[in-house]
């Protein structure tokens, strides 16, 4: 059974840095594209970055530069480097695991992940 459990998420000023964690488990970590996604108040969940299993990446626009997606598949973890962070930022992040494994050219579909983590809080203040 899969298992995801996301950490890291604190409330911290605009500028500030944080880093989420995502523990997985109950499959073969390292075979399957792994995403973070977000999802504020009012609006529909959003992709942040994916990365494939051969390590490329791929971010949306807003966090180009100030976000990184990394995986140590040692430890079957995913990580997101959060700097620069904005009032903008601020939502509940959730990371997933695509739906099959293979590459998956680092989707940010949504609709393409089908196990999810519960998700945790992040709030930036100005």
């Known amino acids: 059974q899969v298992h995801l459990v996301e950490s890291g998420g604190d409330s911290v000023q605009a500028g500030g840095s944080l880093r989420l964690s995502c523990a997985a488990s109950g499959y073969t970590y390292s075979v399957y594209c792994m995403g973070w996604f977000r999802q504020a108040p009012g609006k529909e969940r959003e992709g942040v970055a994916a990365i494939d299993i051969d390590g490329s990446t791929r971010y949306t626009e807003s966090v180009k530069g100030r976000f990184t997606i990394s995986k140590d598949n040692a430890k079957n973890t995913l990580y997101l480097q959060m700097n620069v962070l904005k009032p903008e930022d601020t939502a509940m992040y959730y990371c997933?695991?695509?739906?099959?494994?293979?590459?998956?050219?680092?989707?940010?579909?949504?609709?393409?992940?089908?196990?999810w983590g519960q998700g945790t809080q992040v709030t930036v203040s100005s």
């Open positions: 997933a695991r695509e739906s099959t494994s293979g590459r998956c050219g680092a989707t940010m579909a949504p609709w393409r992940y089908s196990d």
